[in-house]
């Protein structure tokens, strides 16, 4: 995992590693201005940059679920992945196939999101649960990760499509 400016991101990492297991881990600041997210934590830095903005505009069903009703998003193949998310390709070279992606909130609105990434197959509800789970119980930790990454994060200069 990259260099975190907050030791909370790794802890979840590691934690969400060991159930419901992730190859591929983001965690990405929701900017509700220009409807953005913006990576503050990887697991790959190389392929998924800190800083980089991710647009997500076209994909209306994942920002009502994760955004605006503040659910998790659950995609357990590559063919749930590609109806939201325009990076399949790259998602599969890495081995992965399936996505839990975990809304983290503060004051009732989203500021982050957690984005975890398996094997296609691998995220049942169950996965989804203990998931859950997790997050919600470093949800305050979490939640001022999120915030404080507007202060140690540089921004992406160019947005990087779903």
Known sequence: MTQDPNPAFQEIYEHLRREPGVILFTALRWLPGPSVLRRVSTSHPVDYPLGAEKSVEISEGWLDTVIANQQPFLASDAA??????????????????????????????????????????????????????????????LAAAFIDSDQTITTGKDAVLP
Do not use: M, W
């Not at 070279?93 to 609105?109: D, K, Q, W």
């Not at 203990?130 to 949800?139: K, L, T």
């Open 80 to 141: 749930a992945l590609a109806e939201v998310f325009t990076d399949v390709a790259l998602i599969q070279s890495l081995g992965c196939g399936a996505v839990i992606n975990i809304p983290v909130t503060s004051h009732g609105e989203v500021v982050g999101v957690l984005a975890l990434l398996d094997a296609e197959g691998q995220y049942t509800g169950h996965s989804l649960d203990a998931a859950s789970a997790a997050v919600s119980a470093a949800s305050e930790r």
